[in-house]
């Protein structure tokens, strides 16, 4: 087995002080002593002959091992959506929130009779303030700004406290609106423009 650099460095410092010792701080005065000297000087010799230099480890590993352990894998290509479907994906998701709220509306504002919060801006009427708030900076389309006037002008209407204060009917009289909104977004009422490609297609396969 092959010893490390740093006992090659060892074994030359252990020779290098057993020569000084012997021969320059005062020769041996018996031939024996010399020649065992000089056996082991041989010995060490040998062994340090035998040590593979310094850079030799990294000369062994395959050339093959270090192309591989350089070598980076491929970036990925990254493709990022166009401002037209950027622009489609964010009308869909306006249309949604609207036609959610025209669906609160038409219960008049109530689950099981007793007025909810879902119209509220914690819910559908914030993700519809917020969509038609970020595709106002894609395109000026003065319907978005409409959208917004409607969500503040009513929002205070929508929580569960002024709803129990009004009749059912009063929310059901504003599903028109929204449903206008809805078909300005989209350019029809079909609730089939709501789906991407993928769930069109998934529903035409049913």
Request: charged content about 25%; overall charge neutral.
């Given at each position: 087995m092959a010893?490390?650099?740093a006992m090659?460095?060892?074994?030359?410092?252990?020779?290098?002080?057993?020569?000084?010792?012997?021969?320059?701080?005062?020769?041996?005065?018996?031939?024996?002593?010399?020649?065992?000297?000089?056996?082991?000087?041989?010995?060490?010799?040998?062994?340090?002959?035998?040590?593979?230099?310094?850079?030799?480890?990294?000369?062994?590993?395959?050339?093959?091992?270090?192309?591989?352990?350089?070598?980076?894998?491929?970036?990925?290509?990254?493709?990022?959506?166009?401002?037209?479907?950027?622009?489609?994906?964010?009308?869909?998701?306006?249309?949604?929130?609207?036609?959610?709220?025209?669906?609160?509306?038409?219960?008049?504002?109530?689950?099981?009779?007793?007025?909810?919060?879902?119209?509220?801006?914690?819910?559908?009427?914030?993700?519809?303030?917020?969509?038609?708030?970020?595709?106002?900076?894609?395109?000026?389309?003065?319907?978005?700004?409409?959208?917004?006037?409607?969500?503040?002008?009513?929002?205070?209407?929508?929580?569960?406290?002024?709803?129990?204060?009004?009749?059912?009917?009063?929310?059901?009289?504003?599903?028109?609106?929204?449903?206008?909104?809805?078909?300005?977004?989209?350019?029809?009422?079909?609730?089939?423009?709501?789906?991407?490609?993928?769930?069109?297609?998934?529903?035409?396969?049913?």
């Amino acid at each position: 087995m092959a010893l490390s650099l740093a006992m090659t460095d060892l074994l030359i410092s252990v020779g290098t002080e057993l020569f000084s010792t012997l021969f320059l701080q005062g020769r041996p005065t018996s031939n024996p002593e010399i020649n065992r000297l000089e056996t082991q000087l041989k010995e060490l010799n040998g062994i340090i002959e035998a040590l593979p230099q310094r850079g030799q480890e990294e000369e062994s590993v395959p050339a093959q091992a270090k192309l591989s352990s350089t070598i980076q894998a491929p970036t990925p290509t990254l493709i990022l959506p166009s401002t037209a479907e950027t622009l489609l994906e964010l009308k869909r998701r306006l249309a949604k929130e609207l036609y959610r709220i025209e669906l609160d509306l038409q219960g008049g504002a109530r689950i099981a009779g007793k007025p909810c919060d879902c119209l509220s801006r914690g819910k559908h009427l914030g993700g519809v303030e917020a969509t038609a708030e970020e595709l106002m900076s894609y395109e000026a389309n003065p319907v978005y700004g409409r959208v917004v006037e409607w969500v503040s002008r009513h929002a205070a209407e929508f929580e569960p406290t002024e709803i129990a204060r009004r009749e059912p009917d009063y929310y059901r009289g504003l599903t028109p609106e929204v449903r206008a909104f809805r078909k300005e977004v989209m350019g029809t009422e079909k609730l089939v423009a709501l789906l991407n490609k993928v769930d069109r297609a998934k529903m035409m396969a049913r």
